[in-house]
């Protein structure tokens, strides 16, 4: 593994998916990256030495599962073990689950919130101070168009993203006046695995087929009519950490296909 000297990103959630392009942008701006996902070393292993051999950067993966603190704090102290501090921290990492709320199961509320937003308020809490010292840093949170907006059976993951936008705004206040800036992208639409899983669980609720799910549910909100890609949301994410970015804080940006326009 190449250890450089320069900026080090995690990005929760960046075996694939969206995390994952992100991971490959950031380490394109020269940054060292780990990665992290709950599946095997070896099945991500070919990825972490492509980053590593196309962009002559340090990569690491870590399978620290982020649904319990200790997860998180395994995965912060892990960076700055390896890296020596963590500069840039994406908050990535998500699932989703779709049902009424009638039948909504605790533990999947449960699991939702603990992942979608209390894992981004431990890593948070674990970067914050040193970045302050530094007088440098990025936290960008991955909330999505559902941060600003609901969807019906979504209940844990609206609630969620919203709060993730909400707790976004408090720590850009917080950090503001020490080179920290703390955004959050708000995704319409991405093709990823997370939404293919949802199509067949979305087709059962509204008793309709997985085509009409992706016409009629999925882009029928998305004006584009056209999935947003993992690459657009790293261009932005990769944005908010250079230097033309420092005075946006405190903001939610969707990247949306102008779902959030309606
Ligand atoms: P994905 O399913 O492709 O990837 C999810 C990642 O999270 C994987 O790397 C997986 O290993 C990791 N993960 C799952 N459980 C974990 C755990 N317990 N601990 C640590 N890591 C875990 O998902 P995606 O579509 O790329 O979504 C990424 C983020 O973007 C999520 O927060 C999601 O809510 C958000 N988002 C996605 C879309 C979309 O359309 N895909 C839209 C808006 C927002």
């Keep these: 593994m190449t250890v450089t000297k320069t900026r080090t990103a995690v990005v929760t959630g960046s075996s ?13 701006a020269g940054m060292n990256v780990v990665l992290n996902g709950i599946e095997p070393e070896d099945q ?5 030495k492509a980053i590593e051999a196309d962009f002559g950067v340090g990569a690491r993966y870590d399978r ?16 700055v073990e390896a890296f020596g501090a963590v500069d840039v921290l994406v908050n990535n990492a998500g699932i989703q689950f779709v049902s009424p709320v009638e039948d909504f199961p605790d533990e999947k509320w449960q699991a939702i919130i ?4 209390s894992a981004a308020f431990y890593a948070t809490k674990a970067v914050v101070a040193g970045m302050k010292a530094r007088g440098w840093g990025r936290i ?5 168009a559902h941060g600003l907006v609901a969807s019906p059976y979504k209940s844990a993951y609206v609630a969620a993203k919203h709060g993730i936008v909400g ?26 695995p997370l939404v293919e899983k949802q199509i067949p669980d979305t087709a059962k609720a509204r008793g309709i087929s997985e085509e009409a799910v992706i016409r009629d549910v999925l882009l029928a909100s998305q004006p584009t009519k056209k999935f947003a890609t993992v690459e657009e949301i790293a261009a932005l994410a990769v944005f908010l950490t250079s230097d033309g970015a420092a005075s946006i804080t405190g ?12």
């Design 16 to 28: 694939s998916g969206i995390g994952l392009g992100i991971a490959r942008g950031l380490a394109g």
């Design 44 to 48: 991500i292993e070919p990825i972490r």
């Design 64 to 79: 620290a599962n982020l649904m319990a603190p200790e997860g998180v704090a395994e995965l912060i102290d892990g960076a």
């Design 114 to 117: 603990n992942l979608n937003l």
């Design 140 to 144: 960008i949170n991955i909330a999505s």
């Design 167 to 192: 707790f976004t705004k408090t720590i850009a206040l917080e950090t503001a006046e020490h080179g920290v800036t703390v955004n959050a992208i708000c995704p319409g639409y991405v093709w990823t």
């Design 251 to 262: 903001t939610a940006l969707p990247v949306d296909g102008g779902w959030t326009a309606h």
